[in-house]
């Protein structure tokens, strides 16, 4: 197909099922991607109203609930290695997180924290 940019692939996919009426599995076939490909392409444009990939990365769900504890447990003891700032968190709160979850979360909320002892 030549130099096709993933935004033009995208949207000459969503234009093939919405304009031209083809099936999804149709234009999939005519763009060389897998139909699984195309059905969830139409389904996010469905979904929010364009075509452009989803954020990768950046979620802190599992800590964000656990925000205040983990300040209170950062400002009482600031020497605190990540490791036991993780041990901590899994002990008060029964989540099973890891260093580089902390570190994120912590930075994330402005603290810089060492990682060894």
Known sequence: MGNVTSMDLRSRIV???EVEGMSRR???ERFMVCPSTAIKLLKHKETTGG???KKIGGRLHNLEPHRDMLRAIVEETPDMTLERI???V???AALRVGKS???RM???MGFRIKKKA
């Open 15 to 17: 234009q093939a099922v």
């Open 26 to 28: 149709g234009a999939a």
């Open 51 to 53: 075509v452009a990939p």
């Open 86 to 88: 993780a041990n901590e």
């Open 90 to 92: 899994v002990r008060a």
């Open 101 to 103: 979850s902390v570190d």
């Open 106 to 108: 912590l930075k994330h």
